[in-house]
C-alpha cells in the first residue's frame, strides 16, 4: 500500500467513525434531551399538583377566616344587644317615678337590712331615700351624710364594711345568671 493509500484508508476511516461518533452523539444527545423533557414534565405535573395542592389549602384557610370573623361579628353584635338590655334596665330604674323609686328601694332595703347600719345614697336619691323611708323599714338604720357616686339604690355600711346595692351592682350580680335568658329571648337561643 502506497503512502496515498494509507492516507485515504484513514481519511476513509477516520470519516466512517466520524459519522459514527456523529451519529452515536446525535443518538445520545436525542436519548438525554427525551430525558430531560420527561423529567422537566414529571416536575412540570409536580408543581401543578404542589401548587393546586396549595390553593386548595389556601381556599380552605380563606373560608374558615371568613367564617370564623363572620361569626366574631355576629357574636360582637349579640353582646352590643344584650349591653344595650342591660343599659336599658338601667335607664328604666332611673325613670321610675318617685313612688315606684321608693317602692322598689324599700324592697331591696327589707332583704339586705341586718341592722344598725348606714345607709348612704347618691346625690339626687338624698330626697327621695329619707330618715322616715329608713324608719317604716328598721328603725335602727340611719342616712348616711356620705354621698356616693353611684347611679341608684344604695350601700348598706357597717363600720368599715360595706354592702354595694347599687343598681349597677344588683344589675352585675345577676347579670351571669340572666343574660343566657335574654340571649335566648333576643336571638331563640
Do not use: C
Not at 87 to 95: A, F
Not at 131 to 142: K, N, Q, R, V, W
Not at 157 to 171: C, D, P, Q, V, Y
Amino acid at each position: 500500500m502506497a503512502l496515498k493509500e494509507i492516507t485515504e484508508h484513514i481519511l476513509n476511516d477516520g470519516q466512517a467513525k466520524g459519522v459514527e461518533i456523529k451519529k452515536n452523539a446525535e443518538q445520545g444527545a436525542k436519548v438525554i434531551l427525551d430525558e430531560a423533557k420527561a423529567s422537566a414534565e414529571r416536575e412540570r405535573e409536580k408543581i401543578l399538583r404542589e401548587a393546586q395542592k396549595k390553593a386548595k389549602e389556601e381556599r380552605k384557610r380563606i373560608i374558615a377566616m371568613a367564617r370564623l370573623e363572620a361569626r366574631n361579628t355576629i357574636l360582637t353584635a349579640k353582646q352590643n344587644q344584650v349591653e344595650v338590655v342591660f343599659k336599658s334596665v338601667l335607664q328604666d330604674l332611673d325613670s321610675l317615678s318617685d313612688s315606684e323609686y321608693k317602692e322598689l328601694v324599700k324592697r331591696l332595703l327589707r332583704k339586705a337590712v341586718k341592722g344598725g347600719e348606714e345607709v348612704i345614697v347618691n346625690e339626687r336619691d338624698r330626697n327621695r331615700i329619707n330618715a322616715s323611708l329608713l324608719a317604716e323599714i328598721d328603725g335602727s338604720i340611719a342616712l348616711s351624710n356620705e354621698i356616693r357616686d353611684i347611679d341608684g339604690g344604695f350601700i348598706l355600711k357597717t363600720g368599715r364594711i360595706e354592702t354595694n346595692n347599687s343598681f349597677n351592682s344588683l344589675i352585675s350580680a345577676v347579670r351571669e345568671e340572666i343574660e343566657p335568658k335574654i340571649v335566648e329571648v333576643l336571638f331563640g337561643e
